[in-house]
Antibody
Framework: QVNLLQSGTALVKPGASVKLSCKTS????????IYWVKQSHGKSLEWIGS????????DFNEKFKNKATLTVDKSTNTAYLEIPRLTSEDSATYYC??????????WGQGTLVTVSS | EIVLTQSPTTMSTSPGEKVTLTCLAS?????MYWYQQKSGASPKLLIY???LLPSGVPDRFSGSGSGTSYSLTITSMEAEDAAIYFC?????????FGSGTTLEIK
């Protein structure tokens, strides 16, 4: 079955960077887009960007265009989200999701990022 | 950016009651998608292409609407339906979510 396993909780200092991983299994990795979503304060959801695992090309929400980097490693079926220069506004839970049913169908368990000195 | 406005913000319903949640878009969208998020869990796709149910979703859930007005209906509320419900549009960039409706059981 389709599974997206995300990296664990991250506690990082302001100004540092974080690289979150999303290891997929149960389907051909390059056949489906991967999306990243930010959930702040336990409620509001924001689409960060979409990644084509086959070509490596990405589309971004303008709000995150200069903030986030999306990459893949096809050898390990893993997608990555990197956020540099972290501030308290970046504290949130980050989800990777896979396309399906024309939507964000399959979700990872989420990674909680806390930015604090 | 298309803004999605959900109402009500919070709702408390008794078991067996019918529930209707609304999502209004600031511009016309082709389809609406609905998600259910229970406490401590990831969002779960509930409705796609406005009115279709993914496999495994109970048929007490239904979706309808067009243009700028969409709704999610639960025909008979169950305790396990207590959750936050979000709508999502994928018609234009940036993809946007509604701010959510918290549905509580009385």
């Amino acid at each position: 079955q389709v599974n997206l396993l995300q990296s664990g909780t991250a506690l990082v200092k302001p100004g540092a960077s974080v690289k979150l991983s999303c290891k997929t299994s149960g389907y051909p990795f390059t056949d489906y887009y991967i999306y990243w979503v930010k959930q702040s304060h336990g409620k509001s959801l924001e689409w960060i960007g979409s990644l084509n695992p086959n070509s490596g090309s990405a589309d971004f929400n303008e709000k995150f265009k200069n903030k986030a980097t999306l990459t893949v490693d096809k050898s390990t079926n893993t997608a990555y989200l990197e956020i540099p220069r972290l501030t308290s506004e970046d504290s949130a839970t980050y989800y990777c999701t896979r396309a399906g049913y024309g939507a964000f169908a399959y979700w990872g368990q989420g990674t909680l990022v806390t930015v604090s000195s | 950016e298309i803004v999605l406005t959900q109402s009500p913000t919070t709702m408390s319903t008794s078991p067996g009651e019918k529930v209707t949640l609304t999502c209004l878009a600031s511009s016309s969208v082709n389809y609406m998608y609905w998600y259910q998020q229970k406490s401590g869990a990831s969002p779960k796709l509930l409705i796609y292409y406005t009115s279709l149910l993914p496999s495994g979703v109970p048929d007490r859930f239904s979706g309808s609407g067009s243009g700028t007005s969409y709704s999610l209906t639960i025909t008979s509320m169950e305790a396990e339906d207590a959750a936050i419900y979000f709508c999502l549009q994928l018609t234009s960039f940036p993809f946007t979510f509604g701010s959510g409706t918290t549905l509580e059981i009385k």
